[in-house]
């Protein structure tokens, strides 16, 4: 049965649409990451017993400052903790990367996966201490083969090739400014001009707005009469 088809956005400049396979595989790999983790602190006596055997290997005129360092269990603390720190923001951002359709990204995450999915079979087959360590291995590494296989498929390779279209595709311009002397505020009627025609008597309720003013010879004319 395979995954149903979904259909690509012809909106122009629109944002591709990720496929179900990449948002399935970098949900998957939350699982390898996390199954990852816990297997590798609960592996803290074996890396114990090793990291006393590489300092047990140093030169007799080691300075003892130097050797009580080595043989404190804050130190290997450490060591581990930031190990396991950059392991996990390294594939974090990997896998974020890839949710984003960088196609550099998916090939690392899909080679990692298969990397990861190869050391459980040599594990399997190997001793590890404790033995429960194995159930998180078990898990990663089978969620990390399936990441690889949804990765590796072709709308996987397709989405990336979208994404990296899009992203060089020139910012659209910002919309310019609104009509109206850019306020929004809608114009009033154009303003009378003398000596432009005759103004429509129904417009202004009637008559013409001069007819009420006195004519200039009015007043020399009654000055006459008395």
């Known amino acids: ?36 983790l816990v297997a590798f602190i609960g592996q803290y006596p074996s890396l114990r017993e090793a990291w006393d055997r590489q300092v047990n290997t140093l030169p007799a005129d ?8 080595l043989n404190s269990s804050a130190t290997l ?7 396991g720190l950059a392991l996990t923001v390294v594939s974090a951002v990997l896998v974020l990367l890839t949710r ?11 080679a990692a996966g298969v990397f990861l999915a190869v050391n459980l079979v040599f ?14 291995m078990v898990l990663s590494g089978v969620a990390a ?29 910002p919309p310019g400014p609104p009509s109206g002397g850019g306020h929004g505020y809608r114009q009033g009627p154009a303003p009378w001009t003398y000596g432009g025609g005759q103004h429509n008597g ?4 009637g008559g013409d707005p001069y007819s009420s003013r006195p004519h200039p010879n009015e007043g020399n004319r009654s000055r006459g009469e008395s």
């Open 100 to 110: 984003n359709g960088y196609n550099w990204a998916r090939i690392v995450i899909a």
């Open 77 to 83: 603390i450490a060591v581990l903790a930031l190990v």
């Open 123 to 136: 594990m399997i087959f190997g001793e590890v201490d404790p033995v429960w360590v194995m159930v998180p």
């Open 1 to 36: 049965m395979t995954a149903p088809h979904q259909p690509a956005s012809t909106e122009p400049g629109a944002r591709p649409r990720r496929p179900d396979a990449v948002a399935i595989a970098t949900e998957l790999w939350v699982v390898v990451i996390l199954g990852q």
């Open 202 to 205: 129904g417009q202004h309720g």
């Open 62 to 69: 080691t300075p003892r400052e130097e050797l009580d360092l």
């Open 145 to 173: 083969i399936g990441a690889s296989v949804l990765l590796l498929r072709r709308e996987s390779e397709q989405y990336c090739r979208d994404m990296s279209e899009h992203r060089r595709r020139p910012a659209p311009p």
